[in-house]
């Protein structure tokens, strides 16, 4: 009965549970919920507490029913009031959180899809350009086939090199750059306009990862996070990224809370969502009180994880689980702010323990690069408009 209520029914319903307990205990009498009911059974709480009777001339006035009148014109405009403010203020923001949690996700995949079909469809509008020539080609003629010497470039470890070749009559299925590295291995790769091919260089992204405590007056707004190993030393030419809330993971879309996972006690909410980072894990493993109604990966489990994994449980009643992992546990994940050659955590997450994770491009890479293209069988070489190598830097992948 009561899930068909009015939400202002089931506040009066609790007003006048209240009341009937007061006068029960009042009188000496135990109040079971047998009697509760009883009394309860009998009130229309689709009229208002208040009741206005008439009061015929002459009759003397009643101060305590007065009074008693007042106090109830009060639990009316109190119930009102309290609707008025969890209908157009705490549901609106409730919903309004919930619709931007997940707009954020959908704009953030968007502009995943956005970047890799950027790249698939037109290579030059991406990346910096590390080599650019339209004449003085240093180019030789053997047996119908042209080598185009174009020199020696240097670039970043793991970024993606697009080749542009641009050239009278010529197909870009008869054209291969060769990268020669420092150790003499050829490298090929074809025009990009060919078979969106690239090259990707050998090597790795350079990794720090610094540890930083926040003290518990600075969570109003974004705050300095800035660790005391690279104070003054911030470089906007690298990537920082920022977990926070070790051991802890995070609930609701509005007015987060977090929860301290311990070994073996299980996580409880009564509904909403939960979303936390395993760092450096291998593998994670669930154990569910009941199938939740939304979760981001399949099954009870997740294998083969990357070096962060996150996790996302949403559910619309109560939910208990718990789940073990080798990996580290973080409620958030942010991007780092760099203004005034400080690092800044960029909302005001109320969290301690900061994991910061900077990338850079380490050493970079030589390599001398050529051109093949042919069969000329005029033995002549066409003429070549431009030659061109983009690099797309992998610190744009790590996000």
């Given at each position: 009965m009561?899930?068909t209520?009015y939400?202002?029914?089931v506040?009066?319903?609790a007003?006048y549970r209240?009341r009937?307990?007061?006068?029960l205990?009042?009188k ?6 047998s ?6 059974k009998n009130?229309?709480?689709?009229l208002g507490?208040f009741?206005?009777?008439?009061i015929?001339i002459g009759?003397k006035?009643?101060t305590?029913k007065f009074n008693?009148d007042?106090?109830?014109?009060y639990?009316?405009l109190?119930i009102?009031?309290?609707?008025a403010y969890?209908i ?6 409730e919903l309004k ?11 953030g995949m968007?502009?995943?899809y956005q970047?890799?079909?950027k ?10 350009t590390?080599f650019f020539?339209s004449?003085g080609?240093?180019?030789?003629m053997s ?7 174009l020199g020696?470039i ?7 090199l ?5 050239c009278e ?6 054209v291969?750059?060769v990268?020669t590295?420092?150790?003499?291995v050829n490298h090929n790769c ?6 969106q091919d ?5 090597g790795?992204l350079?990794k720090?990862?610094?540890?930083v405590n926040?003290?518990e007056?600075?969570?109003k707004?974004?705050f300095?996070c800035?660790p ?7 470089n906007?030419?690298n990537?920082?990224i920022?977990y926070?809330?070790k051991?802890?993971?995070?609930t609701?879309?509005?007015?987060k809370q977090y929860?301290?996972?311990?070994p073996?006690v299980?996580i409880?909410i ?5 979303q936390f980072y395993?760092l450096?894990?291998d593998y994670?493993?669930?154990?569910f009180s009941?199938?939740p109604?939304?979760?981001n990966?399949e099954?009870i489990g997740i ?9 996302v449980?949403?559910h619309?009643s109560k ?11 973080y ?5 780092g ?6 690092l ?7 969290v301690?323990?900061i994991?910061?994770?900077e ?11 050529s051109v093949?293209a042919?069969?000329f ?5 066409p003429v070549?408009?431009?030659?061109a190598?983009k690099?797309?830097?992998?610190l744009?992948?790590?996000s």
């Amino acid at each position: 009965m009561a899930a068909t209520m009015y939400q202002d029914q089931v506040k009066k319903l609790a007003y006048y549970r209240s009341r009937i307990i007061q006068d029960l205990a009042r009188k000496g009498v135990y109040p079971d919920d047998s009697r509760i009911q009883s009394r309860i059974k009998n009130i229309d709480t689709m009229l208002g507490v208040f009741q206005y009777m008439n009061i015929g001339i002459g009759d003397k006035f009643d101060t305590a029913k007065f009074n008693e009148d007042f106090e109830r014109i009060y639990t009316d405009l109190k119930i009102l009031y309290q609707l008025a403010y969890e209908i157009s203020v705490q549901d609106y923001y409730e919903l309004k959180a919930y619709c931007e949690t997940h707009l954020n996700e959908l704009e953030g995949m968007a502009d995943n899809y956005q970047y890799k079909t950027k790249f698939e469809l037109d290579s030059t509008y991406l990346g910096n350009t590390v080599f650019f020539q339209s004449s003085g080609f240093d180019s030789e003629m053997s047996n119908g086939i042209a080598t185009i010497n174009l020199g020696e470039i240097e670039v970043e470890a793991q970024s993606k090199l697009s080749c542009i070749f641009d050239c009278e009559n010529v197909t870009p299925r008869n054209v291969v750059f060769v990268f020669t590295d420092q150790e003499g291995v050829n490298h090929n790769c074809s025009p990009y306009s060919y078979n969106q091919d690239f090259f990707t260089v050998p090597g790795k992204l350079k990794k720090n990862t610094y540890l930083v405590n926040i003290s518990e007056d600075v969570f109003k707004t974004q705050f300095i996070c800035t660790p005391s190993e690279i104070a003054g030393s911030v470089n906007h030419d690298n990537k920082y990224i920022l977990y926070g809330g070790k051991n802890f993971v995070q609930t609701g879309y509005y007015r987060k809370q977090y929860i301290d996972k311990l070994p073996g006690v299980p996580i409880t909410i009564d509904n909403g969502v939960i979303q936390f980072y395993v760092l450096n894990g291998d593998y994670i493993n669930f154990d569910f009180s009941t199938t939740p109604d939304n979760k981001n990966f399949e099954g009870i489990g997740i294998a083969d994880m990357p070096d962060c994994q996150r996790i996302v449980i949403e559910h619309k009643s109560k939910l208990s689980f718990d789940f073990v992992t080798n990996g580290i546990i973080y409620a958030t994940r942010q991007d780092g702010k760099i203004m005034n050659n400080e690092l800044y955590y960029p909302t005001p997450d109320k969290v301690k323990d900061i994991l910061v994770e900077e990338y850079s491009v380490g050493e970079k890479s030589k390599y001398t690069v050529s051109v093949t293209a042919g069969p000329f069988l005029t033995g002549n070489l066409p003429v070549i408009n431009t030659v061109a190598i983009k690099q797309l830097s992998m610190l744009e992948d790590v996000s």
